[in-house]
């Protein structure tokens, strides 16, 4: 069965760098999310995107956030300066279509902690 | 502002035994509600998919229920096992794309 595939599973950095978490979504998708769960707290909708663009975006996708999908697989979540609250759970989704019955497949998720 | 509650916070049945978990919401407007089990560490897994004009839908021993008039749905299990703990999440749909988040109710199922 097709699935999402979130590399790498854990990424640890300091506070400041760069980081980009990557996703390969399930293939014959078109539409691609990112979101994230800090610890203890409820998953939160960062960003979605779409024939190469950015359909909608949250208030928490500020300017230190940018998504790309660089060569047709893989679509990417770039952090530019890490912060300590940026530590949390991300998770890439995909889904086939837009509108109410789009399900949304999720990734198993990449674990970001910032020292 | 947008926001989905759950309830209970936490529940512990003994497996084979059946439960409810309850979900609010205010979001505005509505396009679809969704159920989703997430394992510890793990992403969501979709179990069931409504929209506005859906009261039920079932996926094997999972039923979800929706009133949109009261805004109120719910999840039951029937027959639960072992591997039904997880977190359960309630999310709803404003937009057919957007998904806001419910912060879940931990499931744990007790031999």
């Known amino acids: 069965e097709p699935e999402v595939t979130q590399t790498p599973s854990h990424q640890v950095t300091q506070m400041g760098q760069e980081v980009i978490l990557r996703c390969v979504p399930i293939s014959n998708h078109l539409y691609f999310y990112w979101y994230r769960q800090i610890l203890g707290q409820k998953v939160e909708f960062l960003v979605s995107f779409y024939n190469n663009e950015i359909s909608e975006k949250s208030e928490i996708f500020d300017d230190q956030f940018s998504v790309e999908r660089p060569d047709g697989s893989n679509f990417t979540l770039k952090i530019r300066s890490t912060k300590l609250e940026d530590s949390a759970m991300y998770f890439c989704?995909?889904?086939?279509?837009?509108?109410?019955?789009?399900?949304?497949?999720f990734g198993p998720g990449t674990r970001l902690t910032v020292l | 502002k947008n926001q989905v509650e759950q309830s209970p916070q936490s529940l512990i049945i003994l497996e084979g035994k059946n439960c409810t978990l309850q979900?609010?919401?205010?979001?505005?407007?509505?396009?679809?509600l969704r159920w989703y089990k997430q394992d510890t560490g793990r992403g969501p897994v979709s179990l069931t998919i409504m929209t506005f004009s859906e009261n039920t839908k079932s996926n094997g021993r999972y039923t979800a229920t929706l009133d949109a008039d009261t805004k109120q749905s719910s999840l039951h299990i029937t027959a639960s096992q072992l591997s039904d703990s997880a977190s359960y999440i309630c999310v709803v749909s404003p937009t057919g794309s957007t998904l806001t988040f419910g912060k879940g109710t931990m499931l744990l199922v007790s031999p």
């Open positions: 979900c609010n919401y205010t979001v505005s407007p509505f396009s679809n």
């Open positions: 989704a995909s889904s086939g279509f837009s509108g109410s019955r789009n399900e949304q497949f």
